[in-house]
């Protein structure tokens, strides 16, 4: 365990210790500034690269495992839909008892599948979007957020919202895969029970 006194957060104006944030607020924002540098390079790198490149973004969280299938089925969707700007699979998570999450099968023949309201039952780490439409979105942690901000901090879950909301104003089009590709069978640092398929390591 790193004692408190070497915690810095770097991605401050200044460096400095970790001050007032709880270890919580600090798991909440892991990985902002590496996440954050990852979509910039990806922008840059569409900049330089004519109308024929397509960069698609997939978050991959640090406490899930994904099926070898995982990123091929999404490239498969964009590939399929091309109007589609953001995808999203199943998978297997803590408190569904063994069954893929979400726990709905919809049409795989069209795009904006989901039924009911957009954005409901979603891994976050499940999805990946195309680029050059979500270009400037960026992962907040816990010191980007205004005082009175009311709404979760965790840093995927706080851009899944944001895209989310941009996706419905603008009408775009999404699509739910009903393969699961994904485990997530550790929440907020704990282990849950095993209850995935074979894909899951011993």
Same mark, same amino acid.
């Given at each position: 365990?790193?004692?408190?006194?070497?915690?810095? /957060?770097?991605?401050?104006?200044?460096?400095?210790?970790?001050?007032? /944030?709880?270890?919580?607020?600090?798991?909440?924002?892991?990985?902002?500034?590496?996440?954050?540098?990852?979509?910039?390079?990806?922008?840059?790198?569409?900049?330089?690269?004519?109308?024929?490149?397509?960069?698609?973004? &997939?978050?991959?969280?640090?406490?899930?495992?994904?099926?070898?299938?995982?990123?091929?089925?999404?490239?498969?969707?964009?590939?399929?839909?091309? +109007?589609? $700007?953001?995808?999203?699979?199943?998978?297997?998570?803590?408190?569904? &008892?063994?069954?893929?999450?979400?726990?709905?099968?919809?049409?795989?023949?069209? $795009?904006?599948?989901?039924?009911? +309201?957009?954005?409901?039952?979603?891994?976050? +780490?499940?999805?990946?979007?195309?680029?050059?439409? #979500?270009?400037? #979105?960026?992962?907040?942690?816990?010191?980007? #957020?205004?005082?009175?901000?009311?709404?979760?901090?965790?840093?995927?879950?706080?851009? #899944?919202?944001?895209?989310?909301?941009?996706?419905?104003?603008?009408?775009?089009?999404?699509?739910?895969?009903?393969?699961?590709?994904?485990?997530?069978?550790?929440?907020?640092?704990?282990?849950?029970?095993?209850?995935?398929?074979?894909?899951?390591?011993?």
């Amino acid at each position: 365990m790193i004692p408190s006194s070497k915690l810095f /957060l770097h991605n401050l104006p200044e460096p400095g210790e970790r001050g007032n /944030l709880t270890g919580m607020q600090l798991w909440e924002s892991g990985g902002v500034v590496a996440m954050n540098n990852a979509l910039q390079r990806a922008e840059q790198h569409h900049n330089n690269c004519t109308s024929k490149c397509d960069i698609f973004v &997939a978050n991959l969280d640090d406490d899930d495992v994904w099926s070898t299938e995982h990123l091929s089925e999404l490239l498969s969707i964009f590939r399929r839909f091309p +109007s589609v $700007v953001f995808a999203w699979t199943k998978g297997y998570y803590c408190n569904n &008892a063994g069954n893929p999450y979400p726990g709905i099968t919809v049409p795989q023949d069209r $795009v904006n599948n989901w039924s009911g +309201s957009f954005g409901g039952s979603i891994l976050h +780490s499940s999805w990946a979007w195309k680029m050059e439409v #979500f270009r400037g #979105f960026r992962y907040r942690g816990q010191w980007d #957020f205004p005082p009175n901000f009311q709404g979760g901090r965790v840093a995927d879950g706080d851009l #899944f919202d944001v895209a989310r909301a941009y996706i419905v104003a603008k009408k775009l089009d999404y699509y739910h895969s009903n393969q699961a590709t994904i485990e997530h069978l550790v929440e907020m640092g704990r282990e849950c029970a095993k209850n995935g398929p074979l894909w899951y390591p011993d």
